[in-house]
């Protein structure tokens, strides 16, 4: 549990950690709890720590957020957690969330795999997915009026950036 108060620079390593019962989540589910982001974002770390270095950093003064956007958020470090899995297998991923004055913040940033992605040679990593998660996410940040953004981060690792009001 991430202790209240001012975080900046507190970091978690979730690398080979679980929850109660195997349950990265433990017994709550976040739906029921949205108030509760920092924990279960933890928790979603913890649970993808298992299979690879994940860590977690809090930056900013703990606060609630709406119900919508800490939905948001979760979903969005869901994806993005999911992904890395899928197409950087083995890389190191940070998650950070980050309370501003008046925006909350969510980074994934994975770095380039050690070994080959799940695209092929030359083929983008949007052609190996469906390719409406992100779409989807993208469109509820603007709903909320926030933004998304996702893309190759210039040195072979992947970076998802939600900002959402609150």
């Known amino acids: 549990m991430i202790p209240r108060g001012p975080p900046s620079g507190r ?26 982001l920092p924990e279960a974002l933890a928790a979603l770390a913890v649970g993808d720590g298992r299979r690879g270095q994940v860590s977690y950093e809090v930056r900013g003064t703990l606060r609630r957020l709406a119900a919508e956007a800490s939905l948001a958020v979760y979903r969005t470090a869901q994806e993005a957690l999911a992904n890395a899995r899928k197409h950087a297998p083995g890389a190191a991923v940070a998650v950070t969330l980050c309370f501003g ?17 799940g695209a092929g040679p030359g083929e983008p990593l949007a052609a190996t997915g469906g390719g409406y998660g992100l779409g989807g996410l993208t469109e509820r940040a603007r709903l909320l009026g926030g933004t998304l953004h996702a893309g190759p981060d210039g040195g072979g690792g992947w970076l998802v950036e939600l900002t959402v009001p609150g």
Do not use: K, M, W
Not at 28 to 33: K, L, P
Not at 106 to 111: E, F
């Open 11 to 36: 970091r978690r390593t979730a690398a080979g950690r679980r929850g109660p019962r195997g349950n990265p989540a433990g017994d709550r589910g976040f739906a029921d709890h949205p108030a509760d």
């Open 101 to 117: 004055e008046q925006a909350a913040c969510l980074r994934v940033a994975n770095s380039a795999p050690p070994g080959p992605s």
